[in-house]
């Protein structure tokens, strides 16, 4: 058994991640309708091109986001904390798609812990795909650090949940038995020794967060 101090000493070392909660409404899809719109009328992006005219499926109400530092000095991203998926992602400021155009980007060259690999990193999900490069830099997500981690750098972006959504990338946060290219997970690179994380979806969406480590089961 535990005692109280050691019960007491688990509680206070977990780590509390906000998230938040994104409703995708319909004043949202226009925006971003009218943003496509205009790159049309501006001849950047020809109306026959992949998402110029695409059909929208809902995701209203099922958006939380969670930050996400890369880099040295730190840059920091609100990302999709994913179970389904296992590589962290985030669009890199090379890319010239659409929906990097109003999101915020990834500079390498801004950080020193940065180092380029440059092998491919592509990946299809349900609603779309993205593709780029892979790199090398320190992330941190809440009070779990990883160096040197393998994540990917997007250039090119294709799905309509891309241009509605406000995230910048995602935190793939299930097995490292289906990550992508062999790349290790974020749970499995970082420092903590205790490799559990835990959701709490409150119905006020401003209390939900993650745990990591999940110390609230010991509880």
Same mark, same amino acid.
């Given at each position: 058994?535990?005692? @109280? =101090?050691?019960?007491?000493?688990? =509680?206070?070392?977990? /780590?509390?991640?906000?998230?938040?909660?994104?409703?995708?409404?319909?004043?949202?899809?226009?925006?971003?309708k009218d943003i496509l719109e205009t790159q049309v009328a501006n001849g950047y992006l020809s109306a026959s091109?992949?998402? @110029?005219?695409?059909?929208?499926?809902?995701? *209203?109400?099922? &958006?939380?986001? =969670?930050?996400?530092?890369?880099?040295?000095? +730190? &840059?920091?991203?609100?990302?999709?904390?994913?179970?389904?998926s296992s590589n962290v992602w985030v669009y890199s400021s090379k890319c010239q798609d659409i929906p990097c155009?109003?999101?915020?980007?990834?500079?390498?060259? @801004?950080?020193?812990?940065?180092?380029?690999?440059?092998?491919?990193?592509?990946?299809?999900?349900?609603?779309?795909?993205?593709?780029?490069? &892979?790199?090398?830099?320190?992330?941190?997500?809440?009070?779990?650090? =990883? /160096?040197?981690?393998?994540?990917? /750098?997007?250039?090119?972006?294709?799905?309509?949940?891309?241009? +509605?959504?406000? *995230?910048?990338?995602?935190?793939?946060?299930?097995?490292?038995?289906?990550? *992508?290219?062999?790349?290790?997970?974020?749970?499995?690179?970082?420092?903590?020794?205790?490799?559990?994380?835990?959701?709490?979806?409150?119905?006020?969406? /401003?209390?939900?967060?993650?745990? *990591?480590?999940?110390?609230?089961?010991?509880?």
């Amino acid at each position: 058994k535990l005692s @109280a =101090a050691s019960l007491l000493l688990l =509680a206070t070392s977990a /780590e509390k991640i906000p998230l938040v909660k994104r409703n995708l409404t319909v004043e949202h899809y226009l925006a971003s309708k009218d943003i496509l719109e205009t790159q049309v009328a501006n001849g950047y992006l020809s109306a026959s091109d992949n998402g @110029a005219h695409v059909h929208l499926k809902d995701y *209203m109400n099922t &958006q939380y986001f =969670a930050p996400v530092s890369i880099g040295t000095p +730190a &840059q920091t991203f609100p990302v999709v904390p994913d179970t389904g998926s296992s590589n962290v992602w985030v669009y890199s400021s090379k890319c010239q798609d659409i929906p990097c155009t109003y999101h915020k980007l990834f500079d390498g060259s @801004a950080s020193s812990t940065y180092k380029k690999d440059g092998t491919k990193f592509e990946l299809h999900y349900g609603s779309g795909g993205v593709s780029g490069y &892979q790199s090398y830099d320190t992330v941190k997500f809440g009070g779990a650090e =990883a /160096e040197k981690f393998h994540f990917g /750098e997007i250039l090119n972006v294709d799905g309509v949940a891309f241009y +509605a959504s406000d *995230m910048c990338g995602i935190l793939g946060l299930a097995y490292n038995t289906i990550s *992508m290219y062999g790349m290790p997970t974020f749970v499995d690179a970082d420092t903590n020794a205790d490799k559990s994380f835990a959701f709490y979806l409150h119905s006020n969406p /401003e209390e939900s967060y993650i745990t *990591m480590p999940d110390r609230k089961s010991v509880l």
